[in-house]
């Protein structure tokens, strides 16, 4: 797997069509009919039309003491509780057709987009089995800021407990290296977290782990007797984290999945 290329492409997808775009939405071509010109229709594609936050300001964080003496003022020491740190609206509408800044930061890299549109839909249907329904609709996002984007409830607390906690002794110091690699990134990415579980993934296959029946963790068990996958050894099982890196390394990020809903980002 070609981490540094992760790295190095954070937030950055290849935009070979940008001239072109540019040039159609100069004309005063319609921003949808330019997205549709670069990547097709997908009745299951739908837009976020972002707005600032007006309480942060759209930096998604907000002032505060950082220590309980009231000492210590940063501007930055709080995520902010309206937009939940993503400095947009949560009133901001979500929409079918796509504005300008989707074009300007998607469409405009279609060959990435569209993979990570492939990566994001194979990820939720390897995540059904976990529990997670499998959604509808997919979401762009094209303003505000990505915050600790991940896999959804209730699969990455289920897994990151597996293989951290009760498998600690075998998998803790698994992709320990990543921490180190992703150095100087933002901290609210987590594209290292992401490597980790990848590689433990991997090493728990490769060992012949299966999916237990409870998960012995430090304040007690989570029992997972009903759980559809038990005893099904992870070699068999597809690993999520393999398409989720393959988001990042296209420049975008896959955020989550939330009332059936994928949610994709582009950073600008
Ligand atoms: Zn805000």
């Not at 930055?76 to 901001?92: F, H, I, Q, V, Y």
Request: glycine fraction near 8%; aromatic fraction near 10%; hydrophobic fraction near 35%.
């Amino acid at each position: 797997m070609d981490h540094a290329r992760l790295r190095d492409g954070l937030l950055r997808p290849s935009r070979t069509h940008l001239a072109e775009a540019r040039e159609l939405l100069a004309e005063s071509t319609a921003p949808d009919t330019v997205w549709r010109t670069l990547m097709g229709h997908d009745p299951r594609r739908t837009f976020l039309h972002g707005s600032r936050c007006t309480k942060c300001r759209g930096g998604g964080t907000e002032g505060g003491y950082h220590d309980s003496d009231l000492t210590e003022w940063g501007p930055d020491a709080w995520t902010c509780g309206r937009c939940r740190a993503t400095g947009l609206d949560p009133s901001s509408p979500t929409l079918p057709e796509a504005a300008e800044q989707h074009v300007l930061t998607i469409a405009t890299a279609p060959e990435a987009a569209r993979q990570a549109e492939e990566n994001a839909w194979r990820i939720a249907t390897i995540l059904e089995p976990w529990g997670v329904p499998h959604p509808e609709r997919l979401v762009w996002r094209a303003a505000g800021r990505t915050y600790l984007p991940g896999l959804p409830d209730p699969f990455q607390p289920t897994v990151n407990l597996l293989f951290f906690t009760h498998w600690k002794a075998d998998l803790d110091s698994v992709g320990k290296e990543f921490l180190k690699f992703f150095e100087g990134s933002p901290t609210h990415l987590n594209p290292h977290h992401h490597a980790r579980n990848q590689l433990a993934w991997e090493t728990a296959a490769q060992r012949g782990y299966t999916v237990p029946e409870k998960i012995v963790h430090y304040n007690g068990e989570k029992d997972m007797s009903t759980h559809p996958l038990v005893g099904r050894p992870f070699s068999e099982l597809p690993n999520p984290y393999t398409p989720l890196l393959d988001i990042w390394r296209l420049g975008f990020v896959f955020e989550g999945i939330t009332k059936g809903v994928i949610q994709l980002y582009a950073a600008k």
